[in-house]
Structure formats: C-alpha cells, structure tokens
C-alpha cells in the first residue's frame, strides 16, 4: 500500500479540466493542467485525447508525473482533450473507477471527467439497466457518460440538458467528442469550472482558475449553475441547459479545497482566507504571545488573525513538502510518528510562547490533537486553537469525503469536550456567518450543509457512500492505454 496522508482532513474530491487546441498538442496541456490541479485528487488521473477522428486515452492509479511520461504524452496525438484525477467519493478506488471514462455512441466515442457525486446514482443505475444499458464501472460517472452517449445524436445541447433532467447532485463535467469539448455545471453549481482562452485560437477549462497560468490561459468565466459551454472549429457557445433555482457552491472550496491562488465567484482565496483569520480574530481573541499557522492551509488566515490581533506572526513547524508524493510505504514504528512525519516543530519559536495555532477544520480531532500535542512536546507553554471552518457537523454528499456523522468530533462532542479531547487551551471556530461574509457573498450563495445541515438538494434516505463498492473480484485490472492495456500490480 502505498504511503498515505494520515491526516483527517476533509478529502479534496477530483479535479477535471478540458483543452481545445488547434495549434498545439492537447495531451501535453492537459498533463501540466493537471499537475496543477494535483491537490484536488491523488488516487488516480487520466487523458482522453482526439485527432478530430478519433478518441485515444490513458489513465492509471497515481500521480500525474507518476502515470505520464513523454513516451505516453506521445501516444496521445489530437488537438482536443479533457482530463480528471481522482480522489474516489462514490465507487471504490480501484483502476475501473479511474477517470475519464470511456464510451462510444452513434457519433463516435466519448470521454466524460466528473468531478462531484450524484445523490440519485443507485436509482439511476437501476432506470439504466432497466433500459438496457451495460454498465462498465461502479462509478456514478459512468452513469453521466451513458446518458450523454444515448442523445449526442441530437447535439450536444440536447445531450446535457437530459443528463441535467434525470441526474440528480454535484456534477461539473468535462467531455470530449471527436470534434468538440463539453463542460457543464449541475443546476446548483455545486462544484466549480471555469473556462477561458488559451492563445490566438484555443481554449481551456478547468476546476480552478490556478491551472490556467501554468499552460498559458486566461480565465474568463465561470459557469453559471445549470450552463454549458461548447467549443468546436466554430468558438465557444455558452447555453443555459437548465434552469438554476439559486447557487449553492461548496463552501470548502472557499475554505480548504481550492489552491489559495484560484479564484471563485471572482474573489481571490487567498484574500478570503485572510478575511477568515481577520473575522476568527474578532469572534474568537486569545491572550497570546504569537500567532502560529498550520502548514500550508493555515497560512492566509493565520496572517489574517495577527492583524486584527497585533500578535505577532511566527511560523511554528516546518512542513515536509513532498511525503505525500512517495509510494513507499512506512514500516510499523515509521507509521507510528504519524504527524512527526509531515511536520517538524520549530522548537526556537515555539519554547515557553502562548501560542495561536491557525487551522482550516476540524474532522475526527485525531490531527488536531496530535499537531497540539506536538507543539507543548516543543515547549509550548498554551496553545489555543482556532479554525477557519464553521464546526463540521453533518456528513457531505455531494462529492467530499469527511466522515459519517458519527465519527465527525463536532457532532458529537460540546465545544469544551473537543477542546478538551485535542488537548488545546481553548478551541473557537469561525462562525457560519463570519466564514460566509469573508467570502464576500451571502448565505444563500452557498452549500453550507456540512455546517448546518440546510442540504440544498434532499438526500435519499438510504443514500451510502458504497451504495456501489466493488463486487469481490474487481479491485484489480490493467492500466487503461485505450486499445493497449498493459499490466500492473494489484492497486488495492
Ligand atoms: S456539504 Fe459541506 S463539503 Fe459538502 S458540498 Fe456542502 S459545503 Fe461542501
């Protein structure tokens, strides 16, 4: 098994993206665009690519830089692409869930990237086999594909008005044609993509603005929930697909999903973030002597706090940047030092200081408490904890993987309790409101559901996160070269 991230943080969902590229070669700016929207999914990634003829792909468990290199990128020839990395929320993780997935219609094959999870997917499944269709994967994103292939002969517009009409969740979709690239937004735009040029004669989109600089687009627009955009040799149409009751973004992407660089609803999130720690400051001071982020998602708003705190800002622990980034997995006694791995204590700054610790959030506590037990190991003399997300109360359907509610430390514990059971002097959370007005918007803007569990779409009673697990015998296939499947070890 390779290593895995210990840590108990809300687990980013996936990350899509799609390319039209007249003058370049599609499959390489997809891989940088990818890399870029790294953070968003680690468990597997993959590139559909088309000549204007015909659609090739590749996809595998692991890394972008782990699963391409240039011997691959030169497998996938065409100036049309669309991309995804995964990190599995419905659907186990193995190589059959990875994305995009693959399906052919009476236009020619498709390639579909998903990023979110469908609330109706078991239902769907059902409708679907009913009518006939063979499904290849447990994903609900297959579900997606097969509906899009049944009405590409109509056009496109037709195709995810209807995917639009009978799926049910967060949905942002990237799909790729022979001859076009597709993205769309589920009617709540519940999870983010923008689009915008890229050179004289192409285009891109992408979950997060931050994957445009690095392959030389601009981002110019971010779907409206319930938009389309299309782009083929005739531009880019934007169309309405279907009608938007209101918006509910994630607010976690404001929060901690998002790379503090991108931009949602216009705003920058690194400003957001900082706005967060001003606001934390206010509801929640602390008689302190330095302000102390956790790396790196705590940084903006640690900043934030000191400002409106006038404690100063000193950085507490180091953070090993790249252990997420090895598949070698740690031996019993490495396992044991869990965070110790990741972060190292600056013992310097930290002896006999009362200390604001900076985090986003809050899931089971058991990072929490070791990141603050670690810190009074080094000498800290009080640690007081605050955090930028609202206390996480209720489990999330739609796309993140948190916990069940039991196991989320804020459903079932007092404020006290929590503080006591990480160990903290004192433990405040940023406030629904406060977190809502830093992000320059209003309540109804976003899915707050996790907070206050307000659902913006009705969950089904028994909706389960594995509703569609692997049936024994599944977990292991080959690496998809589309055409050329080669073998590898088991992924599981
Ligand atoms: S429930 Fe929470 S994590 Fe899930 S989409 Fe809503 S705000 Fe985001």
């Known amino acids: 098994m390779p290593f895995r991230d210990e840590e108990d943080r809300p687990k980013e969902e996936c990350g ?36 204007g003829s015909c659609v090739r792909m590749h996809k595998d468990m692991g890394l972008v830089a782990n699963v391409f290199n240039e011997q691959i990128l030169n497998t996938l020839p065409g100036h049309l692409a669309v991309g995804h990395n995964r990190y599995s929320t419905m659907g186990a993780s193995v190589l059959r869930n990875a994305q995009p997935v693959y399906c052919q219609s009476l236009v020619g094959e498709i390639a579909v990237a998903h990023n979110g999870n469908l609330i109706n997917a078991r239902e769907l499944r059902g409708e679907l086999q009913d009518e006939g269709e063979q499904l290849d994967t447990t994903s609900d994103s297959e579900l997606i594909a097969r509906i899009l292939v049944r ?3 109509d056009g496109p517009e037709a195709a995810v008005r209807e995917v639009m009409r009978r799926a049910k ?29 890229m050179g004289e004669t192409g285009y891109f989109m992408a979950s997060e603005s931050c994957a445009f600089g690095p392959v030389g687009a601009t981002p110019d627009h971010e779907l409206k929930p319930g938009e389309m955009a299309i782009i083929d040799a005739s531009g880019l149409r934007l169309v309405q697909g279907a009608e938007a009751p209101r918006r509910a973004m994630c607010l976690f992407e404001f929060i901690y999903f ?30 302190a002597d330095i302000v102390v982020p956790v790396p790196d998602s705590g940084i903006p708003a640690a900043l934030g706090f000191s400002e409106v705190s006038g404690l100063p800002y000193r950085e507490g622990m180091i953070k090993s940047r790249y252990i997420h980034r090895t598949f070698i997995s740690p031996d019993q006694r490495l396992r044991e030092l869990g965070v110790k791995m990741k972060l190292t204590p600056l013992e310097e700054h930290i002896r006999g200081q009362r200390l604001v610790l900076v985090d986003d959030s809050i899931v089971r506590g058991t990072t929490t408490k070791k990141i603050v037990g670690l810190l009074f190991e080094a000498g800290a003399k009080e640690v007081h904890v605050r955090i930028t997300a609202p206390p996480i109360r209720f489990p999330c359907f739609y796309g993140i993987d948190m916990a069940s509610k039991g196991e989320l430390a804020a459903a079932v514990m007092s404020l006290d309790e929590l503080s006591n059971h990480v160990g ?8 629904i409101e406060g977190a809502v007005a830093a992000a320059g918007q209003s309540k109804n803007d976003f899915c707050l559901a996790c907070f206050n569990g307000d ?3 009705a969950i089904p009673p028994d909706m389960s996160k594995h509703a569609f697990d692997e049936p024994p015998g599944m977990g292991q296939m080959a690496a998809v070269t589309h055409g050329q499947p080669r073998l590898l070890e088991p992924v599981e």
């Open 258 to 287: 998002a790379r503090p660089d991108s931009r949602m609803y216009g705003e920058l999130l690194y400003a957001v973030r900082e706005r967060m720690g001003q606001q934390l400051a206010r509801e929640h001071p602390a008689d």
């Open 16 to 51: 899509i993206l799609g390319v039209y590229a007249p003058e370049q070669d599609a499959a390489r700016v997809a891989f940088f665009g990818l890399f870029a929207l790294q953070h968003r999914g680690q468990e597997s990634t993959g590139i559909a690519v088309s000549d």
């Open 169 to 197: 969740g967060a949905y942002s979709c990237t799909v790729l044609t022979p001859k076009a690239v597709i993205g769309f937004r589920d009617p709540l735009g519940i999870r983010p993509l923008t689009v915008g040029r």
């Open 151 to 153: 009405h590409l002969q």
């Open 455 to 457: 659902y913006p779409l």
């Open 424 to 431: 903290a002097t004192s433990l405040g959370f940023l406030s």
